[in-house]
């Protein structure tokens, strides 16, 4: 059970980070392509959405009236494995994770998301690995491979096929 209240209006910019300050812009060294223009009106009253995920998939939605009133809020949601959840109101809100653990077992994410993260981490070997210096080259390679096989059985225990893709656990030593 939890509670929630939602102003009868705020600026739609918030929720988008695209609000000026009142002392003017920020810069931080990094350039920020505005999808849409920029917006300094409100959203009036209406709706939001509530959403409880687990593992960052949504599990339950509740409708709340953006009213400026404290509504209680209760979800009956099943949690087989162990789980991260959280609430969310997109865009304006997520609050932080709870683990919930089942079974003393760790929290694991989709298979396909291991594999991302396997192939992440080989891609980044490929576009970093002439970056590193020759003495500690050979070190980090072992530990590139350490996380492309920590990955790969994650997403094994995930349900992926062990002979998943071409995603080689050992890495190539050349230097392109």
Known sequence: ITAV?????HPVAV???????????????????LHAPRDG??????????????NGQVAATRTVPADGKIHELTFDVLVTQSS????????????NPVDVIV????IRPSASSAIWCA???????????????????????????KAIRTFRQ?????????????LATELSPEVR
Request: hydrophobic share 35%; glycine share 10%; aromatic share 10%.
């Open 5 to 9: 209240a939602f102003a009868p209006e």
């Open 84 to 95: 991260w959840v959280a609430l969310r109101q997109f865009p304006q809100l997520h609050t």
């Open 15 to 33: 929720a988008y980070g695209t609000l000026n300050p009142p002392q003017g812009k920020r810069i931080s060294g990094d350039t920020v392509n």
């Open 119 to 145: 192939e992440s981490v080989r891609l980044l070997w490929d576009n970093r690995r002439r970056f590193i210096r020759e003495s500690e080259r050979d070190a980090a390679r072992e530990s590139y491979e």
């Open 154 to 166: 994650i997403a094994i225990e995930a349900g992926a096929d062990p002979g998943f893709g071409d």
């Open 41 to 54: 009106g409100y959203v009036q009253g209406g709706e939001r959405t509530v959403e409880i995920l687990i």
């Open 103 to 106: 079974a003393d077992k760790p």
